[in-house]
């Protein structure tokens, strides 16, 4: 079961820090985090991964916990532009589950002016 | 650089017609994938290509069919057309190298179909 688990909506103040956080308390030693957003009428959008250690780029920031059971998608300053529906994603590093990523539900973003 | 485009935007068919699906990408990757959104719910794997001459099953193919006519296009078929199918569906496509690659999709704008 790729299952993760997400709050269904959190909400945020513009230029405020964001703090998405995931449950994976099932995952594998092999399976990265993959978390992706999708703007209103949009494709989703790639976001970050990781594996085991905090991970940074230009767009978010990933911490994942010691035990890999949870990681948190961190936006340092949300803006009007990051309001989006956040998907938290176990992908397996192994053959068999090449490209397949599983979208749950969510947690939909709204930031306030 | 266009990136991946979905042909059309929108399309209202009726019960029992067909139609298909277009995507192209110009980003030289190897893997193409189709996904359904239905509302509310967050994406479904309909068929994947991993490399261009090959594709698979995924979640839900049921009532599709798909063919890699190259490299860079990828097209999903309705051969009769039910409510249930309607939804939203996007194409995506990855580099194809180690599998951690082909978990960094990129998607196409959609195409929205509605089946009456």
């Known amino acids: 079961d790729a299952k993760t688990t997400q709050p269904n909506s959190m909400e945020s103040n513009e230029e405020e820090p964001v703090h998405l956080p995931c449950n994976h308390s099932?995952?594998?030693?092999?399976?990265?985090i993959h978390w992706y957003r999708q703007l209103p009428s949009q494709g989703p959008e790639y976001v970050i991964h990781?594996?085991?250690s905090n991970v940074n780029n230009r767009m978010a920031s990933l911490a994942i916990a010691e035990d890999r059971k949870s990681s948190t998608l961190i936006l340092h300053r949300a803006t009007l532009r990051d309001a989006a529906v956040y998907y938290c994603?176990?992908?397996?590093?192994?053959?068999?589950?090449?490209?397949?990523?599983?979208f749950g539900q969510g947690t939909i973003l709204t930031v306030h002016p | 650089n266009a990136g991946v485009t979905q042909t059309p935007k929108f399309q209202v068919l009726k019960t029992g017609q067909s139609m298909t699906l277009q995507c192209a990408q110009d980003?030289?990757?190897?893997?193409m994938y189709w996904y359904r959104q239905d509302p509310g719910m967050g994406l479904r794997l309909i068929y994947y290509?991993?490399?261009?001459?090959?594709?698979d099953k995924g979640e839900v193919p049921n009532g599709y069919n798909v063919s890699r006519l190259n490299k860079r296009e990828f097209s999903l078929r309705l051969e009769s057309a039910a409510p249930s199918q309607t939804s939203v569906y996007f194409c995506?496509?990855?580099?194809?190298?180690?599998?951690?690659?082909?978990?960094?999709?990129?998607f196409g704008p959609g195409t929205r179909l509605t089946v009456t």
């Open positions: 995506a496509s990855s580099v194809k190298g180690q599998v951690i690659t082909s978990y960094e999709q990129y």
């Open positions: 099932t995952i594998s030693g092999t399976d990265y």
């Open positions: 990781g594996l085991t």
């Open positions: 994603i176990r992908g397996n590093a192994g053959g068999t589950s090449y490209g397949k990523l599983t």
């Open positions: 980003m030289n990757h190897n893997s």
């Open positions: 290509s991993a490399s261009e001459g090959t594709t």
